[in-house]
Structures are given as structure tokens and as C-alpha cells.
């Protein structure tokens, strides 16, 4: 079964500091993507990865960045946490299948911003 | 820009009937469409896939239509149970690959 893991299922952070969040997949997915998803909303992308060290920019990336490094490791970074960042986090997978992606996700960060 | 509109009240079935949710979009006819199941508190879990040149998609008591003239898809849930309580999305590929555009949500309940 495809694995990914989040580093934290509940985070609590001031206003202002840098926050990491990590997504681990265990499948050798090519494809890796951050969501944030908010009461009422679908899920919204903020930055997707289709390859180690590539990066594209999803609909609302604005406040964040990302990391690959690796091929399995994907992170969120919050360079500076504001309180409208306080959301469900959801980081999923894919292989590239030529067209017919099913994602495969986390179990989600609930982060809230004091 | 494509659009997807699920509804955003609560459905709520009788034990043992069948299940109705209804995903429609707004513009382009997406070459496939997902439906994905979302538990409180945990990430969604991938269902069924349909293409655009099937018109039905079955998998045990799930059964997904897809109908690109009225730019509609139907999820149903026959013989429902109330382990089938769950929010489930719709979701449809983006013009260009690996992404796709996620639908709110429909809240469903199944009463025993």
C-alpha cells in the first residue's frame, strides 16, 4: 500500500515564526503537492513538484515555499506564520501515469497561528 | 476557469437506499473525473475514476456516470450503510498534467 506520512498531525504556532512541515511518500512517486483546505472551500494548491528539485506554483503560493531535495521528501515552509495560515494541510502524491493521476494523501497538519 | 460545484448541504439517506452526489462543472469537458472519500480529520482516499469517453464506472455497491453534455458527473452508493457516512469530493483533471481542480465536498449521512 502507498505510504505518505506527515510529520506532525497538530501544530500551534505564534504569529511570525518559520514553520516546517515535511511530507514523506514511500512509493517512488514522481509528482508530490502541498494543499491547504478551509472549511466550505475544495482543496486549494499551493505548490506542486513533479521531479527532485523542481517546483511549480499552485493557486495560492503566496506566504509559503518548498523544498525537494530528495525524491521522496517534500516541505511546506511557512517563512512567516500569519493567523490567516491557520489550516488543514494536506500533502499528497502521484506517480506520472501519462494522464490519469490518482493522488495519494497524508493524513493532514491542523495548524493554527496565534 | 473551470469550476466545480458540489452541493453544500448535507445529504442525508436512509440505511439501506441509494446514495445520490452530483459534481458539475463549468467549462471544459476534463479528459477524466475522480471521486475521492474524506473522513473527519484525515485525507481524502481515492475511489473511482471515470474517462470521458465511458459513460458509467462501477466498483462493488459505487457506481460513477459521466455525462459531458450537461458537464455532469454522479456518484452513487447503493445498499448504503452507515460506515458510507463521509464527505466525498469531486475531483477533475486541470488542462495541463498532474493537477487537478477539487470540488468542496458533499457531507453525506447515512441514518440507521
Known amino acids: 500500500d502507498v505510504k505518505v506520512t506527515q510529520s506532525s498531525r497538530y501544530l500551534v504556532k505564534r504569529t511570525g515564526e518559520k514553520v516546517f512541515l515535511e511530507c514523506v511518500q514511500d512509493m517512488d512517486h514522481e509528482n508530490m503537492f502541498w494543499y491547504r483546505q478551509d472549511p466550505g472551500l475544495g482543496l486549494r494548491l499551493i505548490y506542486f513538484s513533479y521531479d527532485v528539485k523542481m517546483k511549480e506554483k499552485g493557486d495560492i503560493p503566496e506566504g509559503y515555499s518548498v523544498s525537494r531535495e530528495k525524491k521522496e521528501r517534500f516541505s511546506l515552509i511557512l517563512e512567516s506564520a500569519s493567523t490567516n495560515q491557520t489550516s488543514m494541510y494536506l500533502c499528497?502524491?502521484?506517480?506520472?501515469?501519462?494522464?490519469?493521476?490518482?493522488?495519494?494523501f497524508g493524513p493532514g497538519t491542523r495548524l493554527l497561528v496565534l | 476557469s473551470q469550476k466545480i460545484e458540489q452541493n453544500s448541504e448535507a445529504l442525508n439517506i436512509q440505511e439501506g437506499k441509494t446514495a445520490t452526489l452530483t459534481c458539475n462543472y463549468t467549462n471544459y469537458s476534463p479528459a477524466y473525473l475522480q471521486w475521492y472519500r474524506q473522513d473527519p480529520g484525515r485525507g481524502p482516499v481515492f475511489l473511482l475514476l471515470?474517462?470521458?469517453n465511458e459513460k458509467e464506472k462501477r466498483k462493488e455497491r459505487l457506481k460513477v456516470t459521466f455525462d459531458t453534455t450537461l458537464k455532469q458527473s454522479l456518484f452513487h452508493i447503493t445498499a448504503s450503510q452507515p460506515a458510507d457516512s463521509a464527505t466525498y469530493l469531486c475531483?477533475?483533471?486541470?488542462?495541463?498534467?498532474?493537477?487537478?481542480?477539487w470540488g468542496a465536498g458533499t457531507k453525506l449521512i447515512i441514518k440507521p
Open positions: 471515470i474517462r470521458e
Open positions: 475531483a477533475l483533471a486541470k488542462d495541463s498534467n498532474y493537477q487537478l481542480i
Open positions: 499528497a502524491s502521484s506517480w506520472d501515469s501519462g494522464g490519469t493521476e490518482t493522488q495519494y
